[in-house]
Structures are given as structure tokens and as C-alpha cells.
């Protein structure tokens, strides 16, 4: 500790006195002159945004120098016209021709193109000429062919031609690329652009470089670097969607009507019977970015063959969400998707497991779907002389399905997850075992009308600047939702699969297998049992692995009150959380007794015995949920040569001093523990221990 405070003392003093000789040189420089000449694009904020705050935090002063054309700024500098320029990426060749300042910052960098294809789909890209993105295209691309250009009207027209496929460059053309049509990809994460730095080839102002990276590197300069960026890609991309507005021939004095069609997660009705959902999310932004005055339209009661009408004749402008199928093309115009549907079969859980494998099997049972829903349509045609029972909604279908009105529910699988969530049902899970049987994209709709038309352009467009996972992700279920669901299924193929490994141990009794297997290996848990331990315990650990010695707590009281049965599941599912836990040897060698033999950090130990000290256990059939806790005596890797019998003993011990005392789980065995336990306790004169069982 002392060692580093003195390192980081004399960190500090080197960089005091560095400092005193840079501004001292600097303090020098200025008698000589306060302003600096620098070069920056007219549009590019960022450097003046450096230059200016490096004027806030110093006594230095900057005048600038349009040159719109990279190559002439280079030149500029190379020639000793202008002192600084920034956002300059490093290459060995300009190494030789310009003195470089430590990184400050990344330049957003954007792929241009006509129909937002992927870069790794693209052979010809183009680029301005004399940038580095030539030399890095070429370098961790080469199957790609590069076209330098110095002029963007060019660079256009020969995306127009299609003569190139993309086009790269910074965000200095980020406005003109799109005034000009074209979508925009941020590609910094795809291409490996280098942090850019401020150049000189004036030897007297290279000690401001280091000066002015200490200035810049600062972390709120970097965040409010970071805001600027945001803030003008943002004004930039709305500019263009309203000049876009205006150029349409769109009558924006006149309202907008959008039809919100009731589908949860997607359209619902919140607890003051408001409309809300991803589809209303997307609508409202899109309105609200593209400032037009925009109507929503929400009633439940109406059928969609009623909507869809409306929206086919035009008396409505807009209607969402709608699946984009072909049929529906030849009457409707549509933005590009902005959710996927798929379509699932629900059932009870338990019921008819790994039965069906397509809808077209289901002539038997009874299925229920929504009325005037796509699925409808979809079942009828699947099972063309099949009664099926209809529902008002999705949450009664779902409803009727828990009740065992009917056997399956054909429906969307995030409208089916959302339910099963909110409405905590946990009796009914999606029947995997089915086929994928639907799958399309949900839109916007528009009618086939000139302002359909119009309006679909400006909604499609608009999608290209809203943040769509973020709005997914708020009204979807998360993750684990599925978790009680599928520890029933797990338990069901448990038994499934005791059944046929007892199958396989009559089988393989006959061929002498099975004597070894069932010598060394625990019926109930499938782990190694104590045989197997005893085998090994005349073997040291191996290096970097330890020994982990655990005990459940008050097991007997578990089958005392719940059963044998119910004591055996917990052991069953503690044996898997200990597999999934630990990747190592795992041995089960008494009734609530578990050993682990493992490779880990010490520094990973925590993380582990979270997972080993307590555990949530749902006692089946009766709802009730049981904390089960553990008590874990940890020999550290590398900490003895002795036998593993020997730190059994020793990990023992541990474990049963965390036993006894009710503030710890755990007691972990070190260097110093090891003695403290070996001065203590005689392995040859070992007392019978005095704790109760369990």
C-alpha cells in the first residue's frame, strides 16, 4: 500500500512538472502571438467546439480558415498557412508530413446509401478522396474495391447509376447525403475508424498539443462532445423529415386520422381506458417528429372487417397495426414493418406433450381463436371442415383455454406472452412442439390514394429515426417470464428421463455396465456418490483447483413436514443448480451432503456461493415456496499439498463452524485458516460431531 502511494506521488510530481515546462513553453510561444490560425469546415461543429473550449480553459485564441476541401486543409497545414487543424485520423504516411497530437475523439462516421443495404452486401465503395478510409477499407476489406471522390454531387449520381454501392464519409456530408435522398448507417462499429487527432508542422506549437489533449481528454468534455453529436444528427434527421413534409404536396393544415387497432402489446387500453402500446408509441413520434396534427382513433367495439373497410375506402388515413400480407397489397399501401408477428399454439401445461407437430393435426381437439383474426383465417384454411370456437379477444381465448373450454389457442406469440405475464396465468405455455405455422410484419396502413401514397413515404421514412427496441422492449415481457412454466416442463422430462434410465440399467445389466455406473454414481441425483470420492482420496488437488464442502440446512424438518418425495425433489434440484453452478466434479456422499472438486478464481468465489448459500424451491401442487439455505466450508486453490482426504476433513470442519454460526453461510479455508484449524482439531482423534442433523 505504501509502495503505490509513493508511485502514484511520483506520478503526480512528473506530470506537475511536465506541465510546468509545456505552459512555460506556451507562456513563451504567446509572447510571441495569442491567436492561432486554424482550419474548419463550416460545418464542422466539432472542431470548433474543441477549439473553443480549449479558448475557455486557456489564455490561447483561435481564428479560422474555411477550406471546404480535406486535401486543401492537409495542405494548409503542411505549408505553414494556417497552425491546427482537428479531426485528423493518424496514418504513417502523414506521420512523416505533420506532427500528431495524443487521440481526443472519434469521428462519426456513416455509410451512404440508396436503400439501407448492409456494408458487408456491398463490392464498390466509395469514399472522398485522400482520407484514411481508403487505406483501412482496403486493408481489412480487401475483396472490396474503393473510388475516391472530391466532389458529393458526383458521388450522387454515381450511386444514382449505381456505379458504387455505398458511400462513406463523416458527418460533415451527413446533412448533404441526406438532403440529397439517401439513408444514412452509422458505421463505427463495423469499420475499424482510428480516434482522430489535432495536427501542426509548426515545431514551436507542438507543445500545445499535449496542452490541448489534457483539455480535451477530460470526461465532461468527452460527454458534452458526445451531446453535440446527438443534437445535431438529431436536428439534422428531423430538418429533413419536415422539409420532406413541406415538398410532398401533403395539406398539413388538414388532421391526420390514425386508427388504432386493438391488439395488445400493441394497442390496449390503459387503466383510465386510454389507448396505449408499441403501435401508439410509434404513431405518436412519428407525428410529432414530422409535426403534423394527427388524430387517434380508438374503439374497441368496432369488428375489424368494419376498420379495414374504412381504411380500404379511404375514409381513414392511417391504421395500425396491420399485417402486411399480399392480398392486402393490391388495395393498401404500407410503411416498412416496424414488429414481427409469429404465430404460436397454446395449451395447458401437461396437456398432450410432444403430440401434434402442425395446426393441420388438431381436427380432433377443440380450438379456439379470436373472431375476424388473421389466425382465424389462417386455422380455417389449415382445417378446412373444423368447428372452431370463437372468442371476442385474446385474453378471453386465453381465459377459455385455462378453463379447458377448449384444448389450444391459436394466436401471437408475444400477444400470448404478454398475457400470460400480466395476467400471471401459469397454467397455460406455448406447445413448442408445434411447427413454425405463421410469420409476418406489422405496418402501418394507408389506402391506395395519392395521399396514401404520400403519407406511406413520409411514415416509412420517418421509421428510420425512431429508436424501435427501445419501444419494443417497454411493453414486452421480460425474459424469465416463461420460468414457472418451464420448471413444470422440466419436471415432467425428469421423469421422462428417470424412466428410461431405468430402462436403460435393465438393458444394460445384462452387458456388465451397469455394476460400475451404479458403484460410483448417486439414483436420485445422477451425481458421483461417495464410492467415487473415496477412490480419489489418496490424490492431491490439482493446480488452481479447490474444494467445496456443502450441507443443506434443516433437510430433515423438509421431509418431516412435506414428504420423502418432496425431499427428494429438492435434492434433485439443488444437485442441478450445483451443475449449473460449477463446472467441475460434483459428488453427492450423504443424504444432505454435497462435495464439489473445481476449478475457479478465488476472486469468482463470491458470485458462486451466492448461488450454492440459498435457493428458491416451489413444493409442488401446494404453491408454496421454500427459501432453502445451505451451510459451505471453501478450501482455496494452492493452498496445501495435503491428500484430498485430508482437506475433506479440514473443509468439513469449515463447513461446520458456518453451521453454528447463524451470521455466516460460509467459512473459507486460506493459509492462516488452515493452521488455526489444524492447532484445533486432530484428524486421528476426531470427536463425533454434536451438531443435529440438518
Not at 396437456?351 to 393441420?360: A, G, L, N, P, T
Not at 371476442?392 to 389457442?409: F, H, M, P, R
Not at 470442519?653 to 488455526?676: H, P, Q, T, W
Amino acid at each position: 500500500m505504501k509502495l503505490n502511494c509513493v508511485l502514484t506521488f511520483k506520478t503526480m510530481l512528473t506530470r506537475m512538472v511536465v506541465l510546468i515546462i509545456l505552459l512555460g513553453a506556451t507562456h513563451a510561444t504567446l509572447a510571441q502571438s495569442d491567436t492561432y490560425t486554424v482550419a474548419a469546415h463550416e460545418q464542422d461543429f466539432i472542431a470548433r467546439f474543441i477549439f473553443s473550449t480549449i479558448e475557455k480553459q486557456s489564455n490561447i485564441s483561435f481564428q479560422y480558415a474555411d477550406y471546404p476541401v480535406f486535401s486543401e486543409r492537409l495542405e494548409a497545414v503542411e505549408d505553414g498557412k494556417i497552425d491546427f487543424v482537428a479531426n485528423i485520423t493518424y496514418t504513417k504516411s502523414r506521420a512523416s508530413r505533420f506532427i500528431f497530437s495524443e487521440p481526443i475523439n472519434i469521428e462519426p462516421t456513416y455509410l451512404f446509401n440508396r436503400d439501407g443495404e448492409s456494408f458487408d452486401e456491398m463490392h464498390v465503395i466509395g469514399t472522398t478522396m485522400g482520407t484514411a478510409f481508403n487505406d483501412i477499407i482496403q486493408r481489412y476489406y480487401p475483396d472490396k474495391r474503393v473510388l475516391g471522390f472530391n466532389d458529393n454531387k458526383v458521388a450522387y449520381e454515381s450511386l444514382l447509376a449505381g456505379n458504387i454501392d455505398g458511400y462513406i464519409g463523416t458527418f460533415l456530408q451527413l446533412e448533404n447525403f441526406l438532403s440529397a435522398g439517401f439513408k444514412a448507417t452509422s458505421i463505427n462499429d463495423q469499420v475499424s475508424i482510428p480516434p482522430v487527432s489535432i495536427i501542426t508542422n509548426k515545431q514551436q506549437n507542438k507543445p500545445l498539443l499535449a496542452l490541448f489533449s489534457d483539455i480535451i481528454a477530460k470526461d465532461s468534455v468527452q460527454k458534452e462532445i458526445r451531446r453535440y453529436i446527438d443534437s445535431y444528427i438529431t436536428e439534422i434527421a428531423i430538418k429533413q423529415l419536415r422539409d420532406k413534409v413541406k415538398s410532398s404536396g401533403l395539406d398539413l393544415d388538414s388532421v391526420i386520422e390514425i386508427y388504432l387497432n386493438p391488439r395488445p402489446p400493441y394497442v390496449f387500453s390503459d387503466s383510465n381506458g386510454l389507448p396505449v402500446g408499441i403501435s401508439v408509441e410509434f404513431a405518436k413520434q412519428i407525428c410529432s417528429l414530422n409535426q403534423l396534427k394527427c388524430r387517434m382513433v380508438y374503439d374497441p367495439t368496432e369488428t375489424w372487417s368494419a376498420s379495414l373497410q374504412k381504411l380500404t375506402l379511404g375514409e381513414r388515413d392511417v391504421t395500425s397495426p396491420i399485417a402486411d400480407i399480399k392480398h392486402r397489397q393490391r388495395i393498401l399501401n404500407f410503411s416498412r414493418p416496424y414488429a414481427s408477428i409469429h404465430g404460436v399454439i397454446a395449451k395447458r401445461v401437461g396437456y398432450k406433450e410432444e403430440v401434434y407437430r402442425h395446426i393441420s393435426e388438431l381436427f380432433a381437439e377443440k380450438v379456439g381463436v379470436v373472431e375476424n383474426d388473421v389466425f382465424a383465417s389462417i386455422t380455417r384454411r389449415s382445417l378446412p371442415n373444423k368447428t372452431l370456437v370463437y372468442y371476442g379477444d385474446t385474453k378471453k381465448l386465453i381465459s377459455g383455454l385455462n378453463t379447458g373450454e377448449v384444448d389450444y389457442a391459436i394466436t401471437s406469440q408475444v400477444t400470448l406472452d404478454t398475457l400470460l405475464y400480466e395476467q400471471n396465468i401459469t397454467n397455460v405455455t406455448q406447445d413448442r412442439y408445434f411447427r413454425p405455422f405463421y410469420q409476418s410484419e406489422l405496418s402501418f396502413g394507408f389506402p391506395k390514394t395519392e395521399r396514401g401514397e404520400i403519407l406511406a413515404q413520409l411514415f416509412n421514412r420517418t421509421l428510420d429515426f425512431i429508436d424501435a427496441n427501445s419501444i419494443n422492449r417497454r411493453y414486452q415481457p421480460p425474459a424469465n417470464w416463461r420460468e414457472l412454466n418451464e420448471k413444470e416442463s422440466d419436471k415432467r422430462r425428469l421423469n421422462i428421463i428417470n424412466a428410461l434410465l431405468a430402462l436403460l440399467v435393465l438393458v444394460t445389466f445384462f452387458f456388465g455396465y451397469i455394476t460400475n455406473h451404479r458403484a460410483n454414481h448417486d439414483a436420485l441425483t445422477k451425481l458421483k456418490n461417495r464410492h467415487a470420492l473415496n477412490r480419489i482420496r489418496k490424490q492431491a488437488l490439482e493446480k488452481g483447483h479447490g474444494l467445496i464442502y456443502i450441507d443443506l440446512n434443516r433437510f430433515k424438518h423438509i421431509n418431516d413436514t412435506y414428504g420423502h418425495t418432496v425431499g427428494d425433489q429438492v435434492l434433485r434440484c439443488y444437485a442441478k443448480r450445483l451443475k449449473e453452478t460449477i463446472d467441475g466434479q460434483i459428488y453427492r456422499i450423504g443424504g444432505d451432503e454435497f462435495v464439489a472438486i473445481t476449478e475457479f478464481d478465488p476472486n469468482e468465489l463470491n458470485s458462486i456461493l451466492n448461488q450454492l448459500e440459498s435457493y428458491p424451491f416451489i413444493v409442488r401442487g401446494s404453491g408454496v415456496v421454500l427459501t432453502l439455505y445451505a451451510s459451505v466450508g471453501v478450501f482455496l486453490p494452492d493452498t496445501s499439498e495435503l491428500s484430498i482426504k485430508q482437506l475433506l476433513i479440514y473443509t468439513d470442519f469449515a463447513m461446520y463452524e458456518a453451521k453454528r454460526n447463524d451470521k455466516v453461510r460460509s467459512v473459507i479455508i486460506d493459509e492462516d485458516k488452515l493452521r488455526d484449524l489444524v492447532a484445533v482439531h486432530d484428524p486421528k482423534k476426531r470427536s463425533h460431531r454434536d451438531v443435529p442433523e440438518g
